[in-house]
């Protein structure tokens, strides 16, 4: 699915510690987007990024942050992970042309 | 902010009935897109609508955009197994760099 892959596939930490978890495409596409999906909320944008160094806050940003060094990977960061951060994490590019999303197979994080 | 709600929740369905979800939004959206995911995966394309009362098929689907262009909905006919998963409709206002999600339609067909 448009070569995109995220790593790690799962992780447990402790309330606290930073984590830092990677998107990868090997795609060359321009937009890139990070979301969380709980249960009864669907999947929420936290940040986006329309381009190397370019992003932009989605609607649940806080405690989060984002880098894009390069065009084909998309970080996301959590400076001091808490509990409420326990979430399954999606990342997807979209096609420029049909402005579809391709999502990555997501991240189970679990902040203990 | 942009909200887009979602009903039901959740869907029970014996196989060979019809399923039915609807999204409703706060704002005009430029467009809205449907996904499908199944359990365990991940959120899958299914359609953009992007025209007011636009209506769209792929076999047993059917999807329409409301001519406001603040609703839509997703009918399947005569469900299979194999339609089993949460579907989700995305929706896009004047950028078209963010997606607002509704909170998914959960189905489970019975055989």
């Known amino acids: 699915d448009a070569g995109i892959t995220q790593s790690p596939r799962h992780k447990v930490t402790e309330t606290g510690t930073p984590v830092t978890l990677r998107c990868h495409q090997t795609e060359n596409h321009r937009y890139m987007y990070w979301y969380r999906q709980d249960p009864g909320h669907g999947l929420r944008l936290i940040h986006y990024s329309y381009g190397v160094k370019d992003t932009d806050k989605g609607e649940v940003s806080d405690g989060y942050s984002v880098s894009r060094s390069k065009t084909e990977d998309f970080l996301l960061t959590l400076e001091s992970a808490t509990s409420s951060q326990t979430s399954v994490y999606f990342c997807?590019?979209?096609?420029?042309?049909?402005?579809?999303?391709?999502f990555g197979p997501g991240t189970r994080l679990t902040v203990l | 902010g942009q909200q887009v709600m979602q009903i039901p929740q959740y869907q029970h369905v014996q196989e060979g009935e019809d399923f039915t979800t609807y999204c409703n939004s706060s704002?005009?959206?430029?467009?809205i897109q449907w996904y499908k995911q199944r359990p365990g995966g991940h959120p899958v394309f299914l359609i953009q609508?992007?025209?007011?009362?636009e209506v769209k098929k792929q076999k047993r689907l059917t999807f329409q955009f409301g001519e406001a262009k603040k609703n839509s909905s997703l009918h399947i006919t005569a469900t299979q197994t194999t339609d089993v998963g949460t579907y989700f409709c995305?929706?896009?206002?004047?950028?078209?760099?963010?997606?607002?999600f509704g909170s998914g339609t959960k189905l489970n067909v019975k055989p």
């Open positions: 995305a929706g896009q206002e004047g950028n078209f760099n963010k997606f607002y």
């Open positions: 704002t005009t959206l430029s467009n």
């Open positions: 997807a590019i979209k096609t420029a042309g049909t402005n579809e999303q391709f």
């Open positions: 609508l992007v025209k007011s009362g």
